[in-house]
């Protein structure tokens, strides 16, 4: 079946870097996902990966995916105070009908 | 553009009412999603729609859940007879269909609903 797992929190301070892990367990999933979700906001989309890539680099943000483990993460580097919210990751299913998402991370940011 | 808009944003209901909501998906969107969201968890799959097809329904979905996507553009979401664990927010997405729903749907602000 389809399952993602995240932990729940996550405390960086300003300016180090954050470190966002998840777990998923369909073999088959096509594309991964990182969603951020602000207070009261809908989520938006940050970053995708696709299942034959290792790694991905988008200015700060950088996307790892071990598929023998079935693990991604998503490392924010010179985390900010902007960067205070909740981090979905998702899968998608082959057939691309559906995305489902983990529980969230919520990250906050200490001075 | 404005993107997937939503309404209302809230809305307070007696249990037992009946809702509708709506949502206006990006205009050249041709699948759109319905995702329900409880406090501290992610959102969860309810429906999608293809054009004005709908293409699958998760078991979250009871009988008293109906959505319709009559035209192909905009949806609506009616919850019959309102209970108290259907408080939650209701999040609409919309994507193009085939490889671009690889590319991740793009979300409205949602309808947070609150049964009383």
């Known amino acids: 079946g389809e399952d993602v797992e995240q932990s729940l929190f996550l405390s960086v301070r300003e300016g180090d870097s954050s470190v966002i892990n998840c777990t998923y367990t369909d073999s088959s999933s096509t594309y991964l996902y990182w969603y951020k979700q602000e207070p009261g906001a809908g989520l938006q989309l940050l970053t995708y990966?696709?299942?034959?890539?290792d790694m991905k680099q988008d200015q700060r943000l950088t996307v790892l995916l071990n598929k023998k483990d079935k693990h991604l993460s998503l490392r924010i580097a010179d985390t900010q105070t902007g960067d205070s919210a909740i981090y979905f990751c998702?899968?998608?299913?082959?057939?691309?009908?559906?995305?489902?998402f983990g529980s969230g991370t919520r990250l906050s940011i200490r001075p | 553009d404005t993107g997937v808009s939503q309404d209302p944003r809230h809305k307070i209901t007696k249990r037992g009412q009946n809702v509708t909501f709506r949502c206006d998906p990006i205009?050249?969107?041709?699948?759109l999603y319905w995702y329900r969201q409880t406090l501290g968890q992610g959102p969860e799959f309810l429906t999608y729609f293809q054009n004005e097809a709908q293409l699958e329904k998760s078991r979250l979905l009871s009988d008293r859940f109906s959505a319709e996507r009559p035209k192909g553009s905009f949806s609506t979401l009616e919850i019959q007879r309102t209970e108290q664990g259907d408080s939650a927010m209701y999040l609409c997405a919309s994507s193009l269909g085939g490889q671009g729903a690889n590319y991740g749907y793009t979300f409205g602000s949602g309808t947070r609903l609150t049964v009383v």
């Open positions: 205009s050249e969107h041709n699948r």
């Open positions: 990966i696709f299942s034959n890539m």
């Open positions: 998702a899968e998608s299913t082959p057939s691309a009908s559906k995305i489902i």
